[in-house]
T-cell receptor
Framework: GQNIDQPTEMTATEGAIVQINCTYQ??????LFWYQQHAGEAPTFLSYNVLDGLEEKGRFSSFLSRSKGYSYLLLKELQMKDSASYLCAAIYQLIWGAGTKLIIKP | KAGVTQTPRYLIKTRGQQVTLSCSPI?????VSWYQQTPGQGLQFLFE???????NKGNFPGRFSGRQFSNSRSEMNVSTLELGDSALYLCASRPVGNTEAFFGQGTRLTVV
């Protein structure tokens, strides 16, 4: 079957680091996306991993291990504006996880 | 470059009615996908159209249908609306290839 799992909700402190995990099982796989979605808004693109390893973009990094069917999104120096849902999606038929709601506390 | 445009932004319908939602992709994008988003289920894939052909379909009943026109604009239709169809309906467009999807602001449908 095709499935993507990520935690429903996480809480972190402003200025800290948080890692959001995503595991997937898909019949075909051509890469993995991470999107950010603020409440009431459309998802916006954060990162794309197609090969194993770490992709860094400023405060955000994303890691992929294809052999383990595993990815994570790492957010550093958390800011209050990072409070949002984070969605991972496996590229093939764009199978989406349900999203991780990240709550940042001062 | 204009983004993905969805109309209308908000809609209220009664049970049993039917509804048509519209999505205009980014110019040059030929792939349009539709999603239903609810607080409990997250983002659920409905279908994807490419060059006027349905390329993929999610696990939704036949009441949900769509089409794509030659200018890549897409419409989604839901017939015999049920209360559970209340959701945010998002469409996303992509250029050719497995690249990032760009989302519209969505249509919030409320069925009463």
């Amino acid at each position: 079957g095709q499935n993507i799992d990520q935690p429903t909700e996480m809480t972190a402190t402003e200025g800290a680091i948080v890692q959001i995990n995503c595991t997937y099982q898909t019949s075909g796989f051509n890469g993995l996306f991470w999107y950010q979605q603020h409440a009431g808004e459309a998802p916006t693109f954060l990162s794309y991993n197609v090969l194993d390893g770490l992709e860094e973009k400023g405060r955000f990094s994303s890691f992929l291990s294809r052999s383990k069917g595993y990815s994570y999104l790492l957010l550093k120096e958390l800011q209050m504006k990072d409070s949002a849902s984070y969605l991972c999606a496996a590229i093939y038929q764009l199978i989406w996880g349900a999203g991780t709601k990240l709550i940042i506390k001062p | 470059k204009a983004g993905v445009t969805q109309t209308p932004r908000y809609l209220i319908k009664t049970r049993g009615q039917q509804v048509t939602l519209s999505c205009s992709p980014i110019s040059g994008h030929r792939s349009v996908s539709w999603y239903q988003q609810t607080p409990g289920q997250g983002l659920q894939f409905l279908f994807e159209y490419f060059s006027e052909t349905q390329r993929n379909k999610g696990n939704f009943p036949g009441r949900f249908s769509g089409r794509q026109f030659s200018n890549s604009r897409s419409e989604m239709n839901v017939s015999t609306l049920e209360l559970g169809d209340s959701a945010l309906y998002l469409c996303a467009s992509r250029p050719v290839g497995n690249t990032e999807a760009f989302f519209g602001q969505g249509t919030r449908l409320t069925v009463v």
